[in-house]
C-alpha cells in the first residue's frame, strides 16, 4: 500500500543557457595566472642559456692577424664608461699571434690557435706617457705542473683611463661620446715592437661600443717610433633608449594629470574632495624624482626640457589646490558667520478656527454691541431689501406644468405676531389672528 505522505521536492533551479561556454571559477582562475606567470618567468630566463655556444667575438680577429701580419694584438676586454666624470677605463690583454711572437705552450688565447702569450718583453706606453703603463716579463709566468701551460691574468693584462668627449650629454638617451688614444710598445732593448691591432668589445651593459684602429707613428729626434691610434665611439643600445623615453612620457602624463585635478577640484564646494585631489597631486610630485632616477645610468636631475618643468608645473598644482581649500575654508566660514548673526525667520502658524458659542440673546446687551437680525430689519422696514437678499440666496426650481395649487382658507392660516416673552428680549409667537401685530419692547 502506497503512504499518503506528499514527496517533498526542493524548488527546481533556474537554468541558464551559456552557449556551450563553461565559467571558470575564481580559485581556477588564480591557478590559471599562477601558472602563466611561472612560464613567463623561465621563457625570460631560458634566454640566458647558449650564450657559451657562440663563437668568442676576438676569435676571428687573432686568426685574421695571425694570417696577414703576425704581431703583437691589444684587446679590450672591458670598457667601463663613467659619463659622470666623464671618463672611460679599458681593460687590455696583451696578445702575440703569429710565428716568433707566442710563448710557448700558451696557445688558445680566445679559441685561437695561432695566437698566446708575447714571448718577448713588453713595455706599454699610453697616450705618450714617459712612463709605461704596463711591463710584461714572460719569464715571471709561473707555468701549471699537470698541464704545462702558462698563464698569469695580472702580468698580462692592464688598465688604462681615458677622457671622454662629452658635448652631447645634453641630448639624453641619445647622448654619444667619442675617444681617441695611441698605444705604442717596446721591447726590453727599448726596441719599437709594432701592433697590429687595437680591438674592443663592441657591447657593455649600459653601451654599445664602435671601434676603429689606424697606424699610426711619433716623431722624435731619433726618427719615427711605430704606433697604434683607436677611435672609439660610444652610445646608448635603442632598448635603453626606448625605456628612458617611455619614463620621460610617463612623468609628462602625471604632470598633465596633475592639471586635471585643479580642473576637477575647481568643481567642487566641500574642502574634503579637494583634498583627495591634493594627495594625487603631492604623489606626483613625489614620484617624477623616482621615476627620473629609474632611467638607464641614472641621468642627473638637470633636464630643461623634462626634470625642471615637469617638478615646477606638479608643483604649482598642488600650490593651486593648496589656495582652493584655503577659500573653501573661507567660505565656509562666512557661512557660518551670517546663519550665527541673522534670526531665523519664523513662519506665522495658522491659527485654528475658535468654536462658535452658542449664541445667546444676552450678548448684545452684556457686551454693548448690536446684533442685528432678520426681524429687526423687518421691523425697521427693510422688508424689500430681505426679501431681495433671500432671493438672490436661494434658487426655487420651475413650478411644473399642469400642476393645481391649493389655497387654504384664511382662518386656517397661521399668523407670525411677535410678542415679548419673560426673560428674552425679542420674541415670537404663532397667533391664528388675521392682523399682523407688531410688538417693540424697549
Known amino acids: 500500500m502506497g503512504g499518503t505522505n506528499p514527496i517533498r521536492r526542493g524548488p527546481t533551479p533556474n537554468r541558464v543557457a551559456t552557449g556551450g ?6 580559485i581556477t582562475l588564480l591557478i590559471f595566472a599562477f601558472i602563466f606567470s611561472l612560464l613567463f618567468i623561465v621563457a625570460l630566463s631560458c634566454s640566458f642559456f647558449g650564450a657559451d655556444e657562440d663563437e668568442p667575438y676576438f676569435k676571428s680577429i687573432l686568426n685574421e692577424v695571425a694570417q696577414s701580419s703576425p704581431g703583437i694584438v691589444l684587446l679590450g ?12 677605463t679599458i681593460s687590455w690583454m696583451m696578445v702575440g699571434c703569429g710565428d716568433g711572437y ?59 683611463d681615458h677622457p671622454l668627449d662629452s658635448h652631447e650629454e645634453r641630448l639624453y638617451p641619445f647622448d654619444t661620446y667619442g675617444l681617441s688614444s695611441t698605444l705604442r710598445a717596446v721591447d726590453a732593448s727599448n726596441n719599437t715592437v709594432p701592433i697590429r691591432r687595437l680591438a674592443t668589445i ?38 635603453a633608449r626606448v625605456f628612458a623615453l617611455l619614463l620621460f612620457g610617463l612623468s609628462w602624463m602625471l604632470t598633465h594629470i596633475t592639471f586635471g585635478q585643479v580642473f576637477l577640484a575647481r568643481k567642487h564646494k566641500g574642502v574634503k574632495p579637494i583634498i583627495l585631489h591634493l594627495v594625487s597631486a603631492f604623489a606626483v610630485v613625489l614620484a617624477i624624482p623616482q621615476l627620473r632616477m629609474a632611467m638607464p645610468d641614472g641621468p642627473d636631475l638637470d633636464d630643461c626640457v623634462g626634470y625642471f618643468p615637469q617638478m615646477i608645473l606638479s608643483t604649482f598644482s598642488v600650490l593651486i589646490l593648496l589656495l582652493l581649500i584655503i577659500l573653501r575654508e573661507f567660505n565656509d566660514m562666512d557661512d557660518k558667520a551670517v546663519s550665527v548673526t541673522e534670526a531665523p525667520a519664523v513662519v506665522p502658524s495658522t491659527p ?19 446684533r442685528r437680525t432678520i426681524s429687526v430689519s423687518i421691523e425697521r422696514g427693510d422688508f424689500e431689501k430681505e426679501k431681495h437678499g433671500i432671493n438672490n440666496a436661494f434658487v426655487f426650481p420651475p413650478r411644473p406644468l399642469g400642476c393645481t395649487i391649493h389655497h387654504r382658507s384664511r382662518s386656517s392660516q397661521s399668523t407670525l405676531a411677535f410678542g415679548g416673552r419673560p426673560g428674552s428680549v425679542y420674541g415670537y409667537s404663532l397667533s391664528r389672528s388675521s392682523t399682523l401685530r407688531t410688538v417693540k419692547e424697549r
Open 202 to 239: 663592441d657591447q657593455v651593459a649600459k653601451f654599445l661600443v664602435a671601434s676603429i684602429d689606424v697606424d699610426s707613428y711619433e716623431g722624435t729626434s731619433n726618427g719615427q717610433l711605430s704606433s697604434r691610434d683607436i677611435y672609439l665611439r660610444i652610445r646608448r643600445p635603442w632598448q
Open 21 to 26: 561556454i563553461i565559467r571558470m571559477s575564481n
Open 352 to 370: 485654528s478656527a475658535a468654536p462658535s458659542d452658542r449664541p445667546s440673546p444676552l450678548k448684545p446687551l452684556i457686551l454693548g454691541t448690536k
Open 102 to 160: 707566442v710563448l710557448d705552450d700558451s696557445y688558445g688565447i680566445h679559441d685561437s690557435s695561432s695566437c698566446g702569450l708575447p714571448s718577448m718583453s713588453l713595455q706599454i706606453y699610453v697616450d705618450s706617457s714617459s712612463e709605461p703603463a704596463a711591463t710584461y716579463d714572460p719569464s715571471q709566468l709561473p707555468i701549471v705542473r699537470q698541464t704545462g701551460r702558462r698563464n698569469k691574468q695580472d702580468l698580462v693584462q692592464f688598465d688604462s
Open 77 to 88: 676586454e672591458n670598457v667601463d664608461v663613467d659619463v659622470d666624470e666623464p671618463s672611460v
